[in-house]
């Protein structure tokens, strides 16, 4: 069982910034790929980044590329997400998920349905 949580959600002006993590409890975070996804309301849930085990690999949603940054540290099972130059389409709930049969694999997989576990999600809302 893995258990993942989000933090740093919260409301930001366009423009701004906001890191969000995700903090994980399982004892092997070090050899699968996290990915954060997003839903805003009405929409469908849309991948927005992932980042293999060690950090070498990492993928964009083309809407977010060069604003937002993955990164990882194993040490302290956490993802984290710097998310600039925000946008009100950016206005979402954000999930963190990890993807347990990624084990070792560089290539970070944009398909939900891969990702085994969740979290509960965390609100991101830009004003515009």
């Known amino acids: 069982q893995v258990q993942l949580v989000e933090s740093g959600g919260g409301l930001v002006q366009a423009g701004g910034s906001l890191r969000l993590s995700c903090a994980s409890s399982?004892?092997?975070?070090?050899?699968?790929?996290v990915g954060w996804f997003r839903q805003a309301p009405g929409k469908v849930r849309e991948f927005v980044t992932g980042?293999?085990?060690?950090?070498?690999?990492?993928y964009y949603a083309d809407s977010v590329k060069g604003r937002f940054i993955i990164n990882r540290d194993n040490a302290k099972n956490m993802v984290y997400l710097q998310m600039n130059s925000l946008k009100p389409e950016d206005t979402a709930v954000y999930y963190c998920a990890a993807d347990l049969s990624s084990s070792y694999r560089q290539r970070v997989v944009a398909t939900e349905g891969v990702y085994d576990y969740w979290g509960q999600g965390i609100q991101v809302t830009v004003s515009s």
């Open positions: 399982s004892r092997t975070f070090d050899t699968y790929a």
């Open positions: 980042i293999s085990w060690n950090g070498a690999g990492t």
